[in-house]
């Protein structure tokens, strides 16, 4: 293509995988808001409830591997386009859903379908654009996704006045097939410089292999996991009942904070991606920042369970904008590997991060069950377990982390 058309083509680009981001953000949270609805007219538990909303996250996580292969093999425009049909088919038979059978096999279809929509988006950021600019893009795209967040707080509560739970996912439904097709018309082909498409099979096995053999995976990995999935957790399905359990409040004033976490999302992720460049100009590397924002998370959980005398905005503020810090160590990891393996490195963290996500949020929803409750209503004692158990796991990997930070790697020199 000419050059004087590469920016703004590459711009279309990036616009159209993070409007897939943003509806795959919106699809992960989109029960949050219809619990209550589907709690009282499908008579779901709270473990059904965690159940129903994690198998969205370990569909995800079973996609990494092989996504991070056809990534990296075919490139992200024929992958993303076809794996959005298969969220848009999840979405239309949730909307017929009449039980718990139904809205299973609708959510697992969508996180299969969406499981590419943040990868994908990487993917193309490394083939469109120039690696001193990855951590800022990377964070900007996650910044759009968290859009979808917000979406599914006063956005969605105040739709839901106006129609049935059934028409709001035929509404997802049409959205995730039109980012389809314009993945399929708005993105041109594009050669992969670094592509796999010539590896053999073995070749790409091997390097997965040499991937989750490598120091600088692990000493990243189970920080990123934990943080990552304890925000997706929350964020996803348990911060309303917290708010409404623990902190008393009503759904109008929790749907606004589920609204504010989602916009300092936003902020957080747009924001972070350029102060870690900053940083890194200055001298601090990208690993340091990684490890310095999620470790700022744990503080603000911390600020939350402790019931400190604070406004909830403001400690529920802070959530969403520390909560986004981990999208730097994709950055982060992206840089200590061959470019050649972009997919794989990304998809092997996702898989990690949507295990630990699904791993909470349905374990949370099983520890709620395990003191009374009744309609749909649980013991503050509950989620101060959950929330504390939630705390020390990432604050043990946070040690970690940071006593690793000067290994060596070798399997990637």
């Known amino acids: 293509m000419p050059s004087s058309a590469a ?32 709690s009282s007219e499908l008579a779901l538990s709270g473990a059904q409830l965690g159940l129903l909303t994690s198998v969205y996250l370990i569909a995800f996580a079973l996609c990494q591997l092989p996504l991070g292969v056809l990534l990296d093999r075919f490139g992200p425009r024929p992958v993303q386009g076809c794996l959005l049909l298969l ?98 018309f708005g993105v041109p082909a594009r050669h992969q410089a670094h592509g796999a498409s010539g590896m053999r099979t073995i070749d790409v096995a091997r390097g997965i292999v040499r991937i ?27 911060a309303g009942p917290y708010l409404r359990d623990v902190e008393g409040l009503d759904d109008t004033t929790t749907a606004s904070i589920v609204t504010l976490v989602g916009w300092m999302m936003v902020i957080g992720a747009a924001s972070l991606g350029w102060l870690a460049r900053r940083l890194e100009m200055a001298g601090l590397s990208l690993h340091a920042s990684a490890g310095a ?38 950055a982060s990891l992206a840089r200590a590997f061959n470019p050649m393996l972009a997919g794989r490195v990304s998809t092997a963290l996702n898989l990690l991060v949507f295990c630990g996500a699904f791993l909470l949020q349905y374990g949370i929803g099983v520890l709620l069950d395990q003191w009374p409750h009744d309609g749909g209503r649980y013991a503050p004692e509950a ?17 970690w982390y940071a006593r690793n930070a000067g290994a060596r790697d070798t399997a990637t020199a």
Request: hydrophobic letters at 60%; glycine letters at 10%; charged letters at 5%.
């Open 7 to 38: 920016p703004r083509v590459a711009a279309r680009v990036f616009l159209i995988f993070a409007l897939g981001y943003f509806l795959s953000y919106l699809a992960r949270g989109i029960n949050l808001p219809l619990m209550p609805l589907l």
């Open 87 to 184: 969220a848009a088919g999840g979405a239309l038979l949730s909307s017929q859903a009449e039980g718990f059978g139904m809205l299973l096999a609708g959510r697992l279809l969508l996180g299969i379908g969406t499981s590419g929509c943040l990868m994908a988006g990487l993917k193309a950021i490394v083939m469109w654009f120039a690696p001193e600019r990855l951590p800022v893009l990377n964070g900007a795209i996650y910044a759009i996704g968290g859009l979808g967040s917000v979406v599914t707080g006063t956005p969605a509560t105040l739709a839901l006045q106006a129609m049935s739970w059934r028409s709001l996912f035929l509404i997802v439904a049409a959205l995730i097939l039109m980012a389809s097709l314009l993945i399929w």
């Open 212 to 238: 989750l053999r490598s120091r600088v995976f692990w000493r990243v990995a189970p920080l990123a996991m934990l943080s990552q999935g304890a925000y997706m957790a929350v964020q996803g399905l348990w």
């Open 293 to 330: 924002g999620m470790g700022l998370f744990v503080l603000a959980q911390v600020l939350i369970a402790a019931r400190l005398p604070l406004p909830p905005a403001l400690t529920w503020a802070l959530f969403g904008l520390c909560g986004t810090a981990g999208i730097l160590a994709y």
């Open 383 to 399: 989620h101060h377990t959950a929330w504390w158990t939630m705390i020390v796991l990432q604050a043990l990997a946070l040690v």
